[in-house]
Nanobody
């Protein structure tokens, strides 16, 4: 069974960098045909796709977040990570990692709350 688990600090100060890691079990992040994505949901708003890393290491980002977002991976640990720079309170959200397939996402992490506040 595929499982994803987000980890990282729950509180980040404004202007600092948000860093989260997704640990994947039950599947390899280098298996072809899958992407590994970060998605967030601010309070009272819908889901927002932030970006993804493909099985071959290629990355894709939301145009609105591209200048502040970086997604990387550690294949030895079967993990992929998100870095979001220069955060503001508007970046407060529940952050999810998920496995992407052709028509959407089939496995999700439970989500982790990140609050941006001084």
């Amino acid at each position: 069974q595929v499982q994803l688990q987000e980890s990282g600090p729950g509180l980040v100060k404004p202007s600092q960098m948000l860093s989260l890691t997704c640990t994947v079990s039950g599947a390899s992040i280098t298996t072809s045909s899958y992407t590994w994505a970060w998605i967030r949901q601010p309070p009272g708003k819908g889901l927002e796709w932030m970006g993804a890393i493909v099985y071959d290491g290629s990355t894709y980002y939301s145009p609105s977040l591209k200048s502040r977002t970086s997604i990387s991976r550690d294949t030895a640990k079967n993990q992929f990570s998100l870095q979001l720079s220069s955060v503001t309170p508007e970046d407060t959200a529940v952050y999810y990692c998920a496995r992407g397939i052709t028509w959407g996402f089939d496995y999700w992490g439970q989500g982790t709350q990140v609050t941006v506040s001084s």
